[in-house]
T-cell receptor, first 113, second 115 residues
Framework: DTEVTQTPKHLVMGMTNKKSLKCEQH?????MYWYKQKAKKPPELMFV???????INESVPSRFSPECPNSSLLNLHLHALQPEDSALYLC????????????FGPGTRLTVL | AQKVTQAQTEISVVEKEDVTLDCVYE???????LFWYKQPPSGELVFLIR??????QNEISGRYSWNFQKSTSSFNFTITASQVVDSAVYFC????????????FGAGTRLTVKP
């Protein structure tokens, strides 16, 4: 089973809202990732969690706040976003590190009004 | 720094044609990993293949085949007898082992297969 699930599939929020994106995997993977993908662009890495600890933060604005409650779950808390944050947010997981194959979820399409 | 170049932005073919997607990479490491992903209109990135730098064997999986050539730093992807369902954006990606850098994606190639 190589399934990574993400909820919600679509999200529309105002600039003053607080929302969260959720990601879950049951493959026993110990590394989880958040990517942001703008239209017609490749995914850009935002955060990496390795063994439930944040290991990479690619200079992402503080209005994005990741959380890894356990090895199967990954959240991305959103607050005071800007319209330019509208994008597809992809979650991925891999066995141990970024050298391993990353398996992606279906993504959450976020629109910030 | 590692870099992946997919020079073909868009390719359009007619069903049953063969098509090759090019990927050229740059890295200073001797140990690295190359990947291909498919992203259909639904948005999910689907893993296709992972190849490490010490394994230059070409691989075939059904209608898909990959040609890895270290001498030219290329990892090209060929679809034989293309089908409409192959229409998607295809990303080549590179991950270095030593520095454990993040996986870098190429810009992607949008493939359209017309009936």
């Amino acid at each position: 089973d190589t399934e990574v699930t993400q909820t919600p599939k679509h999200l529309v929020m105002g600039m003053t809202n607080k929302k969260s994106l959720k990601c879950e995997q049951h493959m026993g993977h110990r590394a989880m990732y958040w990517y942001k993908q703008k239209a017609k662009k490749p995914p850009e890495l935002m955060f990496v969690y390795s063994y439930e600890k944040l290991s990479i933060n690619e200079s992402v604005p503080s209005r994005f706040s990741p959380e890894c409650p356990n090895s199967s779950l990954l959240n991305l808390h959103l607050h005071a976003l800007q319209p330019e944050d509208s994008a597809l947010y992809l979650c991925a997981s891999s066995q141990d590190s970024q050298r391993d194959t990353q398996y992606f979820g279906p993504g959450t399409r976020l629109t910030v009004l | 720094a590692q870099k992946v170049t997919q020079a073909q932005t868009e390719i359009s073919v007619v069903e049953k044609e063969d098509v090759t997607l090019d990927c050229v990479y740059e890295t200073r490491d001797t140990t690295y990993y190359l990947f291909w992903y498919k992203q259909p209109p639904s948005g999910e990135l689907v893993f296709l293949i992972r190849r490490n730098s010490f394994d230059e064997q070409n691989e075939i999986s059904g209608r898909y085949s990959w040609n890895f050539q270290k001498s030219t730093s290329s990892f090209n992807f060929t679809i034989t007898a293309s089908q409409v369902v192959d229409s998607a954006v295809y990303f080549c990606a590179l991950s270095e082992a030593v520095n454990n850098n993040d996986m870098r994606f190429g810009a992607g190639t949008r493939l359209t297969v017309k009936p």
